[in-house]
């Protein structure tokens, strides 16, 4: 049984004060809840203090990305040994933001992969299509082209701690998102994927979470699909009460 995962990606939202004022609440109102992962993607400014924070509940600490080295002469870069050392369990990798607005391709995506397995760390692979692949029916295309790319050269054992984020880029932030049973037909696909490259039973134990958009009222529509085992949230995740809602439902 894969248990559900829901992660709140806060991208580049919330000053230390504003990561206190959310835990709070949060905490108060989830009172260490278990039956689903919750992973909290503060910005890394906040990872020291969120830490602090969640040591003592249920709750894991993630990072919405990494450099791929170890250390080095790399200015303004943060290494998996530095987030290891923050506490950090898991990683958000590929997210279409960074792919759009930090020329992250394929093969960046596959270093960082390897980099966060090889220093302890899960990551949470985003991949998804445009709009227009959309429309052109391009969208399974480019989920083999993103999957391959991003993990060759990985081994099962690594592959199959993976968590994959389906995230249409067009749902993303815009209040658009996709149909439960298209996300589902992806998520099926993914499985596929998974399975030919690797084996049936790594294609099951890797959990595929759905981003796109997600709010109080779609979340069920994505969790009672069959193929997916969670949820990326990005803006609904910055509300205390709205994310516990989205976690609690
Ligand atoms: C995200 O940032 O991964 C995301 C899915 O954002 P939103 O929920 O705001 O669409």
Not at 7 to 35: G, H, P, Q, V
Not at 58 to 66: E, R, S, T
Not at 72 to 82: N, V
Not at 123 to 139: A, D, F, N, V, Y
Request: with cysteine; hydrophobic share 35%; charged share 30%.
């Amino acid at each position: 049984m894969r248990k559900k995962i829901i992660a709140a990606n806060w991208k580049m939202y919330k000053t230390i004060k504003d990561a206190e004022n959310f835990l709070r609440e949060f905490l108060s109102l989830s009172n260490n809840y278990t039956e689903k992962e919750v992973v909290i993607c503060p910005p890394f400014t906040s990872l020291f203090l969120v830490r602090e924070y969640i040591k003592d509940t249920p709750y894991k600490l993630g990072a919405q990305n990494l450099f791929w080295e170890k250390e080095g002469a790399y200015t303004g870069e943060i290494s998996p040994i530095m987030l290891r050392d923050l506490g950090c369990e898991y990683v958000i990798i590929g997210h279409s933001e960074r792919r759009q607005y930090f020329g992250e391709d394929d093969e960046i995506v596959n270093k960082k992969l390897k980099s966060a397995f090889d220093n302890g760390l899960i990551p949470i692979l985003c991949i998804g299509e445009k709009w227009e692949e959309r429309e052109k029916g391009k969208t399974n295309d480019i989920i083999i082209k993103q999957i391959n790319g991003a993990l060759e050269g990985l081994d099962k054992e690594n592959v199959k701690k993976l968590v994959i984020a389906y995230e249409p880029v067009w749902a993303i932030g815009t209040g658009h998102s996709a149909r439960g049973e298209d996300a589902n037909e992806v998520a099926s696909l993914i499985r596929e994927i998974i399975e030919k490259k690797y084996s049936g039973v790594v294609a099951q134990e890797i959990r595929i979470q759905y981003g796109g958009s997600v709010n109080p009222k779609n979340i069920s529509e994505f969790l009672s699909q069959p193929e997916i085992d969670g949820a990326l949230v990005g803006g609904a995740s910055l509300n205390p009460q709205t994310f516990w809602e989205i976690v609690r439902i």
